[in-house]
């Protein structure tokens, strides 16, 4: 730092300049993050000085998380479910297993693993290392959905916790939840969703997969609203079906405002809770349809013209994710790149991933198209 400060205009043209390095979001076909809502910007703003992390100050912003948590916990089967507002999936899987962990723990002080798909995302492998619980990731079946056999053979009496995902992160495919709450019940074992992007897909979708707390072995749900919810950054959602695996989380916070506090994080702000609030006030069930719905025409948009290319996709979109099987990925990818577009690539299989978020817009996923064609058409005649 200078000894001295500068202008408010020289501040504002140093991040104006930075800014101007970021790309923008139009071109972006590889992110699970979006434009926020403009009411969710100006909520963000009003509660930008807010702590959750000591509610008893802020009453009104802890009355919206309050209100926030309830909505969720509609939209996901359980208005009675309790939770927080986190910074975002990562923060509430790794809540989630600690809950689940806690739990175990009351009752075998070892408690050893957790069984989560092999489509999981990272966060399972920061999970085991932050909470010395080994991952054990379970196969994939032909549609990418997890191999139940493989999650029976995996699972023992230390698992901790089975994770199904509702919306995978590089396929955007959903579990068998079903199936896999009836395998908890069962053994008497945690079952943790990892809805952190299809929470705000599915439930406007008309889906006819049975996923959520309306599942009866699924003791906590991971849902983010700066995904597919157009909150701002960083607003996740961790929601429990029942009060007593929060309370296993909670730490006792003596000089506070309240006794005790569940979340990760000590200061928490209370702009995010307040933008998710704002926009599924603003939005509604219907706004949200409207959404998921026009996302969910330019995907199929998207494989229809990708097939007209002869580019098939690696599995029938469930949600607005697409893995399209290109022949020389790399170069495909490079060559999309350097026109301009950031898309990403799928791991197992490998694939070129595109994500549809709201910000995409139909003239640029025709612009999008056209660079697809000459990019694979470009990796044809190298052959
Ligand atoms: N669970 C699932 C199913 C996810 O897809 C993600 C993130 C998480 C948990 C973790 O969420 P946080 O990143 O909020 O902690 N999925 C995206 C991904 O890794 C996150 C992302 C978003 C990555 C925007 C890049 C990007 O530009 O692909």
Not at 23 to 45: G, K, N, Q
Not at 225 to 252: C, Q, V, W, Y
Not at 267 to 295: E, K
């Amino acid at each position: 730092m200078k000894e001295e400060g500068i202008s408010t205009e020289e501040v504002r043209r140093i991040l104006a300049g930075m800014r101007e390095k970021d790309y923008r979001y139009d071109r972006f076909l590889s992110t699970m993050c979006t434009v926020p809502h403009p009411i969710a910007v100006e909520a963000h703003d009003l509660f930008m000085e807010t702590n959750l992390g000591d509610p008893g100050l802020f009453p009104g912003a802890s009355e919206i998380e309050r209100l926030v948590i309830e909505m969720m916990g509609e939209m996901l089967g359980s208005p009675n479910a309790v939770g927080y507002v986190s910074t975002g999936g990562t923060e509430s899987n790794i809540q989630a297993i600690h809950a689940a962990r806690n739990a175990f723990r009351r009752k075998s002080p070892k408690g050893g693993n957790i069984v989560v798909p092999q489509s999981a995302h990272f966060s399972f492998d920061k999970i085991g290392d932050l909470l010395n619980l080994e991952v054990r990731k379970a196969r994939m079946d032909a549609d990418l959905k997890v191999d139940l056999d493989h999650v029976e053979d995996l699972v023992d009496r230390e698992t901790v916790a089975l994770v199904g995902i509702a919306g995978t992160t590089e396929f955007g495919q959903v579990d068998p939840i079903l199936e896999l709450s009836e395998m908890a019940l069962d053994r008497g074992i945690y079952l943790h969703v990892d809805a952190a992007f299809g929470g705000f897909v599915l439930p406007f979708l008309g889906s006819r997969n049975r996923w959520n707390f309306e599942v009866e072995g699924v003791k906590s749900i991971t849902i983010d609203p700066h995904k597919m919810g157009m909150s701002t950054i960083p607003a996740g959602g961790l929601l429990f079906r029942e009060a007593e695996f929060l309370n296993l989380l909670a730490t006792d916070t003596h000089y506070l405002t309240v006794a005790k506090q569940a979340s990760l994080t000590g200061t928490r702000s209370g702009a995010s809770a307040a933008a998710t609030y704002a926009v599924m006030m603003r939005l509604g069930r219907s706004g949200f349809v409207d959404i998921v719905n026009r996302c969910m025409d330019l995907t199929r948009h998207l494989v229809t013209q990708a097939r007209k290319m002869g580019i098939e996709p690696v599995i029938e979109p469930v949600m607005n994710v697409v893995c399209l099987n290109v022949d020389d990925l790399p170069g495909v990818r490079s060559r999309l790149m350097a026109r301009g577009w950031h898309v990403s690539v799928s791991r197992e299989p490998q694939a070129l991933r595109i994500i549809i978020m709201p910000h995409i817009t139909r003239p640029n996923l025709d612009l999008f198209l056209e660079d697809l064609s000459t990019a694979t058409g470009a990796a044809t005649s190298a052959r």
